[in-house]
């Protein structure tokens, strides 16, 4: 069993809906839950990042983690071709120091 | 955030030569780098990790002969692909972390094609 498992997709959702990304995780040692947008050949950029359990907003996007279930979800509200990329979640414990392990990515598709 | 610069954005080679790809935090000391590597349509693989002043520890699988990383400086890491073949052909990123930085940040990521 893989330590981050995310469904690679692809999403394809029409404009203006409400995307839901998920990722689960097996080690609870985990701290650090990030979500990262990817566009096509470029780095990845981090869209959001939160350690306790719950909801964290950041204008269209929220991350909720629950760590009882070991499972982080990313929703993207009014979603916009602009937003048709890959997500990668990441997840980080502290072993002296930082690990991160990240999902394999879903790859969202937006149509106007 | 902070930023990681990484260059160059691409870079085509000739097979059998060295090509390097350096990353510099901007407004950070990134005192590790982490350096991946990518493939079309798949995730981040690891490649491996190297503090500022030591040797890099790589991954399982990962000739450290081959891909050469320094670490001088608490601002700049590079990464060297030595004896490049075209199976080294890849999308390299770099991510940098600071003391206490969680979740660090990535560079711009280097498309290699080695012809």
């Known amino acids: 069993q893989k330590e981050v498992e995310q469904d690679p997709g692809p999403l394809s959702v029409p404009e203006g809906a409400i995307v839901s990304l998920n990722c689960t995780y097996s080690?609870?040692?985990?701290?650090?839950f990030m979500w990262y947008r990817q566009y096509s050949r470029k780095g990845p950029e981090l869209l959001m990042y939160?350690?306790?359990?719950g909801n964290k907003e950041d204008g269209r996007f929220t991350a909720q983690v629950d760590k009882s279930s070991k499972y982080i979800s990313l929703f993207i509200r009014d979603s916009q071709p602009s937003d048709s990329a890959t997500y990668l979640c990441?997840?980080?414990?502290?072993?002296?120091?930082?690990?991160?392990?990240f999902g394999a990515g879903t790859r969202l598709f937006v149509k106007a | 955030g902070a930023v990681v610069s990484q260059h160059p954005s691409w870079v085509i080679c000739k097979s059998g030569t060295s090509v390097k790809i350096e990353c510099r935090s901007l407004d950070f000391q990134a005192t590790t780098m982490f350096w991946y590597r990518q493939f079309p349509k798949q995730s981040l693989m690891l490649m491996a990790t190297s503090n500022e002043g030591s040797k890099a520890t790589y991954e399982q699988g990962v000739e450290k002969d081959k891909f050469l990383i320094n670490h001088a400086s608490l601002t700049l890491s590079t990464l060297t692909v030595t004896s490049a073949h075209p199976e080294d052909s890849s999308f390299y990123i770099c991510r940098g972390g600071g003391t206490g930085l969680a979740e660090a940040f990535f560079g711009q990521g280097t498309r290699l094609t080695v012809v």
């Open positions: 080690n609870s040692a985990f701290q650090y």
């Open positions: 990441a997840m980080t414990l502290n072993t002296g120091g930082f690990k991160t392990i």
């Open positions: 939160t350690y306790s359990s």
